[in-house]
């Protein structure tokens, strides 16, 4: 079985809730990512950074160099570059055309969170249960609401996750389903892509769930604090890569 992680790659000085190192250093994220993956060892099949860019207020030479170095130094690493347009899951959409169907799963998560030490065998599990389930978020919001004049319904209220991809192909390849994605600037178009992107998947009826009740269901908010949507006592998958969550938030893990 071939579990592979495609991370959301941003590179700007215009990011918010952002720690020190990252104003310091762009590549914060990317590099702690490496660095947890370093620790994990060899449980991934591949390390996708689908990489957009804010090129007017980062320094590229030193970004390309690193991300260049980075796949010369460990097979696993792909980088692909697209346009700022539709937000991440535009990008893990890029990811699954490119993988095609090379591996079995496929971790998605933006580059601001970062796994934990169980967090692949803990969402695999899943599928064992429910092998006809085609994603796993850590969230998934029942309640329709609206934010910044987009009407969100029923979606993946925190998205990182894990997807069947033999299931996604087979579905895209038998009954054309597919992430529903708006290719646009904006956040309007990302507002629109979190809403939308399993639509296909639970207008038809195909399986999705999430972690709420089993797992800590942490997510970095708009105020930099940190807050739990998931079981409060219980063990987390995704933690933001964040200077503030280790000093406040001693019981959950961090691997870096």
């Keep these: 079985m071939k579990t592979s992680i495609g991370i959301a790659c941003y590179f700007s000085a215009n990011r918010d809730r952002v720690p020190d190192a990252y104003i310091n250093d762009y590549l914060y994220f990317a590099k702690t990512q490496m660095q947890v993956f370093e620790k994990m060892g060899n449980e991934l099949h591949k390390i996708y950074l689908v990489c957009t860019y804010d090129e007017s207020t980062v320094n590229m030479e030193y970004i390309n160099s690193y991300l260049y170095e980075l796949m010369e130094s460990n097979s696993k690493v792909v980088v692909l570059n697209r346009p700022n347009l539709g937000g991440s899951y535009a990008g893990y959409q890029n990811i699954l055309e490119f993988d095609n169907d090379d591996s079995d799963y496929m971790i998605f998560t933006e580059d601001d969170y970062a796994l934990v030490d169980d967090s692949i065998n803990n969402m ?4 064992k249960e429910t092998p ?16 910044d004049g987009v009407d969100i319904m029923e979606h993946a209220q925190i998205s990182n996750g894990m997807i069947n991809v ?6 895209k390849k038998e009954h054309q389903l597919d992430f529903t994605i708006f290719i ?4 309007t178009a990302i507002y629109n892509n979190q809403a939308c992107f399993l639509e296909d998947y639970r207008k038809n009826g195909i399986l999705i769930r999430d972690m ?7 997510y970095l908010n708009d105020k930099n604090s940190i807050i739990n949507f ?17 000093n406040h938030c001693p019981n959950l893990r961090y691997n870096w």
């Excluded at 695999?124 to 599928?127: D, G, I, R, T």
């Excluded at 006809?132 to 934010?147: A, P």
């Excluded at 033999?166 to 579905?171: I, R, V």
């Design 212 to 218: 709420k009740e089993s797992y800590a269901c942490v």
């Design 166 to 171: 033999n299931l996604y192909h087979k579905l």
């Design 132 to 147: 006809e389930m085609i994603y796993l978020c850590t969230l998934w919001n029942k309640e329709r609401y609206t934010k």
């Design 124 to 127: 695999l599990e899943y599928y």
């Design 184 to 187: 646009f600037p904006g956040k």
């Design 230 to 246: 998931g079981n409060k006592t219980a063990e987390d998958i995704f933690i933001p890569i964040s200077d503030w969550y280790p």
